[in-house]
């Protein structure tokens, strides 16, 4: 069987985007997910994003980072899914409804209110998730912040001269965090926050929607920053609005690469 995919991006962020909301699809699974986005052998991207109709929202978007496994929540496939569909839009996610509003050039998202208790992150016991008593290395005191996905938030003096590359798998990876954790560093100049993620089953990324979201929550929380607030990536700038007790409303670009059909035998 032939499956039309879309190759979409938000801020160098990559993903294949698979539409089953008219069409029929056979079921991904963690195998054809982690086969089609590997960038050796398949089509490659960082994300696999699955378009599916909801029962309870205007359609349902699953996740799936490039190792295969499926997680809650996407910020740049939001942006994604909403210049693909083009109108204002309830999602449902796994990790919570979201609501898109496309823009000019990608979309306006409510990404839900964040969860701060430290079984929501989860951790494996309890501590303040605001400055937490725990290091790694040259890494230490961070925030854990729910935005739908699990993040941890490390603020240092430049986060360019963070190895995240070696440190990233290892937190990751550490029992401390039972569904493995999203990582990053952020630095803030002039208001503004700098940021690099090592994100959960995908590794160094161009941009990570959600971490900017969450690392900015965490950084109007410690005090350090005023919302609105502009955060940097790699891959370019992110705006989040985020006040105590409210959702978290992220702006930002969205970009359709190309479109092309793939043969899901090769895959399955
Ligand atoms: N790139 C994403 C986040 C994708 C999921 C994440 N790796 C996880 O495992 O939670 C974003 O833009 O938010």
Same mark, same amino acid.
């Given at each position: 069987m032939r499956v039309p995919f879309i190759k979409m991006h938000g801020l160098g962020n990559d993903f294949i985007m698979l539409d089953a909301r008219e069409a029929e699809l056979p079921a991904v699974t963690e195998r054809s997910a982690a086969a089609l986005a590997n960038r050796r052998t398949g089509i490659g991207c960082d994300q696999l994003i699955l378009l599916e109709r909801s029962a309870n929202a205007d359609f349902r978007m699953r996740i799936f980072n490039s190792d295969g496994g499926e997680v809650e929540a996407c910020g740049n496939a939001a942006r994604a899914a909403a210049l693909l569909h083009g109108e204002p839009a309830k999602v449902e996610t796994d990790g919570g409804i979201i609501e898109l509003s496309p823009t000019q050039s990608g979309a306006r998202v409510d990404m839900g209110v964040p969860s701060f208790e430290w079984d929501s992150i989860p951790l494996d016991y309890a501590m +303040?998730?605001?400055?937490?008593?725990v290091s790694w290395e040259m890494l230490g005191n961070p925030s854990a912040v729910n935005v739908g996905n699990p993040h941890v938030i490390f603020f240092v003096r430049?986060?360019? +001269?963070?190895p995240l590359d070696r440190l990233g798998p290892l937190i990751e990876n550490d029992p401390l965090f039972p569904t493995r954790i999203n990582v990053n560093i952020a630095d803030i100049r002039n208001g503004a926050v700098n940021l690099r993620v090592w994100e959960r089953?995908?590794?160094?990324?161009?941009?990570c929607g959600t971490g900017a979201c969450a690392t900015a929550v965490a950084a109007i929380r410690r005090g350090l920053v005023a919302s609105p607030v502009t955060v940097n990536l790699p891959g370019g700038p992110l705006q989040i609005e985020w006040n105590e007790g409210g959702s978290i409303i992220m702006e930002g670009p969205a970009t359709e690469a190309y479109r092309g059909t793939f043969e899901w035998a090769d895959y399955a």
């Open positions: +303040d998730t605001a400055a937490m008593p430049d986060c360019e +001269d963070v089953g995908a590794g160094l990324t161009r941009a």
